[in-house]
């Protein structure tokens, strides 16, 4: 489904991803972890392209992407396959919670209005904010501007979705409404790539779990096996740090 080979990314002299493989299955849901400059978000922009890594191949599907040899068209190509949710949700500001949905429906699907405007209002049901149609972003709380941001994401019916710590920026009574619509998401058999800092969401919901840092991949694999008995030192060290009730001897 999705194929990271080799995937480099540098700002400057700062190498920030050092060569990135990866493999996520249709229908899978991968939490990425790692502690704060390990390239995670990086990562997650450079699959479609909002960061442009310096090598490697993406594949989504049936498309392959070579990132030394590609021209616009191939770039437009990739975008067309995945759809993020940020950290801050991105709205605009001066369209309402509707006209956020439609969007991209209406400018990069060249969706009619009146489709664009029933398959966002089905989805903004879908997430809880059927009665928040017209309401402007500086009228909702922050999961509900993320919720938009997911309905936004579904909208475009996209092969994998990509979340980059959807509830880092959120108060934490809201961030339960946001995970709760993820969870419901991955049930439905999405493809699914999250970036987390929630160690529980990730253990309940992630099919497969990676663990970056220093811009590799430090070590990944089944929840269970990854949370209760990580193999690398490091992992250990990670997750005893945010996991204090683990119990590796280090």
């Not at 479609?48 to 594949?59: A, R």
Request: neutral net charge; aromatic residues 6%; hydrophobic residues 40%.
């Amino acid at each position: 489904m999705i194929a990271l080979s080799g995937i480099k990314k540098s700002f400057g002299k700062n190498e920030v991803l050092s060569g990135i493989d990866l493999k996520v299955n249709r229908g899978e849901v991968v939490a990425i972890l790692g502690p704060s400059g390990s390239g995670k978000t990086t990562l997650l922009r450079c699959i479609n392209y909002l960061e442009k890594p310096d090598s490697g191949v993406i594949s989504i599907g049936d498309f392959k992407l070579n990132c030394r040899q590609h021209g616009k068209k191939d770039v437009h190509a990739l975008r067309q396959k995945s759809a993020m949710v940020f950290q801050q949700y991105n709205l605009f500001r001066h369209k309402t919670a509707l006209e956020n949905v439609m969007e991209g429906l209406v400018v990069v699907r060249k969706v009619s209005k009146a489709e664009a405007r029933e398959r966002s209002i089905a989805l903004l049901e879908k997430v809880g904010l059927g009665a928040k149609l017209n309401a402007y972003p500086s009228e909702l709380s922050g999961g509900q501007q993320q919720r938009v941001g997911i309905a936004r994401a579904l909208a475009l019916n996209p092969e994998v979705i990509l979340f980059d710590e959807p509830t880092s920026a959120l108060d934490p009574e809201l961030v339960g409404e946001v995970l709760s619509v993820i969870r419901q998401i991955a049930e439905e058999g999405i493809t699914m790539i999250i970036v987390t800092h929630e160690m529980g969401f990730a253990q309940e919901v992630a099919n497969h779990v990676v663990f970056m840092d220093g811009g590799v991949i430090v070590e990944e694999g089944e929840p269970k096996q990854l949370f209760r008995y990580p193999k690398e030192e490091r992992t250990q060290q990670f997750l005893k740090r945010i996991t204090p009730e683990a119990g590796y001897s280090i």
